[in-house]
């Protein structure tokens, strides 16, 4: 079993950073494709970014493409989230999902069904 911990959500104005954490217990996240969805108020849970268990392929929704940058410390078991430029309409609880991989798969899965772990969320709020 992989537990998953989401940090470093909070209120920021429009055109602010903010770097999301996910941090693993129980197994080594170096085995695991890692993922972040989020969810807006009154909206369905949706991909953002996902990150292979290698960190050589990384893939972005159209929505975030540019501002946001998945990466991975496989040492410290954390996969981070840097949002940049960010704006009103990036406010969600945000997730971590992640799900067994190959270290030379370059498939990247982005539908929730297709994660097996995944975190309690934590929420960006972004004021205009």
């Known amino acids: 079993q992989v537990q998953l911990v989401e940090s470093g959500g909070g209120l920021v104005q429009a055109g602010g950073s903010l770097t999301l954490s996910c941090t693993a217990s129980g197994r080594s996240l170096r085995r695991y494709a890692t993922a972040w969805f989020r969810r807006a108020p009154e909206k369905e849970r949706v991909f953002v970014s996902a990150?292979?268990?290698?960190?050589?392929?990384?893939n972005y929704a159209d929505s975030v493409k540019g501002r946001f940058t998945i990466s991975r410390d496989n040492a410290k078991n954390t996969v981070y989230l840097q949002m940049n430029s960010l704006k009103p309409e990036d406010t969600a609880l945000y997730y971590c999902?992640?799900?067994?991989?190959?270290?030379?798969?370059?498939?990247?899965?982005?539908?929730?069904?297709?994660?097996?772990?995944w975190g309690q969320g934590t929420q960006v709020t972004v004021s205009s």
């Open positions: 999902a992640a799900v067994s991989s190959s270290a030379t798969t370059v498939y990247i899965p982005k539908q929730e069904h297709e994660y097996d772990y």
């Open positions: 990150i292979s268990s290698s960190g050589a392929y990384t």
